[in-house]
């Protein structure tokens, strides 16, 4: 099936302890992208991705680091969470890079405390 | 900068009948997509429709449509014979140059029997 999957769905830390959420796509998609999603704010993208080693920043990459070693997983590492970084975080993907549907995972909501 | 507008925060509709949700955006691209997501309770983030905006006719999928007014940079879903499984936030969005989603910040759709 076709699909993008993050890890965890849930998850609860603390302020300052480091992690990463996974993402994963079996479509062999060349763009990828994180979100994050906030109560009357909608979507805003964080980093995004258009091949292998490339990476760019979104409207909101403060405090968070990606990755894109592999076309098919993109991570999306927060080195020191802070509370303000409580949301539900979208990985997507898309077969091109321009203007194409994007795909979403799950979700993964995040509190930090 | 890109932005997207969804002025109705909540709507709600009887069984089957039929109810459209407004979005308005701004761009001084002549090249665009336009989409309307479905995130239903579950919160999975699921394409509803999608619009080029070079095409003058409106796109179609089932018992969705949308009236897209370019000169107005207007794009509205509406949605016959709602049904309860309809029930969800509805985010209109929009993808600038490279593959960049712009959200509005969502319509809660609810349809009561």
């Known amino acids: 099936e076709a699909q993008v999957t993050q890890n965890p769905r849930y998850l609860i830390t603390v302020t300052g302890k480091k992690l990463t959420v996974t993402c994963s796509q079996n479509m062999n998609h060349e763009y990828m992208s994180w979100y994050r999603q906030d109560p009357g704010l909608g979507l805003r993208q964080i980093y995004y991705?258009?091949?292998?080693?490339?990476?760019d920043k979104g409207d909101v990459p403060e405090g968070y680091k990606v990755s894109r070693k592999e076309k098919r997983n993109f991570p999306l590492i927060l080195e020191s969470p802070s509370p303000n970084q409580t949301s539900l975080y979208f990985c997507a993907s898309s077969l091109g890079t321009s203007q194409e549907t994007q795909y979403f995972g799950p979700g993964t909501r995040l509190l930090v405390l | 900068a890109q932005t997207v507008t969804q002025s109705q925060p909540e709507m709600s509709v009887q069984e089957a009948e039929t109810v459209t949700l407004s979005c308005t955006y701004d761009?001084?691209?002549?090249?665009?997509?336009l989409f309307w997501y479905k995130q239903p309770p579950s919160r999975q983030m699921i394409l509803v429709i999608r619009?080029?905006?070079?095409?003058?006719q409106n796109a179609t999928e089932n018992r969705f449509s949308v009236n897209f007014q370019k000169a107005a940079k207007s794009f509205s879903l509406k949605i016959s014979d709602s049904q309860l499984g309809d029930t969800a936030m509805y985010f209109c969005?929009?993808?600038?140059?490279?593959?960049?989603?712009?959200f509005g910040a969502g319509t809660i759709l609810r349809v009561k029997s």
């Open positions: 619009q080029e905006a070079y095409k003058q």
């Open positions: 969005a929009f993808a600038q140059y490279g593959n960049k989603l712009v």
């Open positions: 991705s258009m091949n292998v080693e490339v990476t």
């Open positions: 761009t001084s691209e002549s090249n665009y997509y």
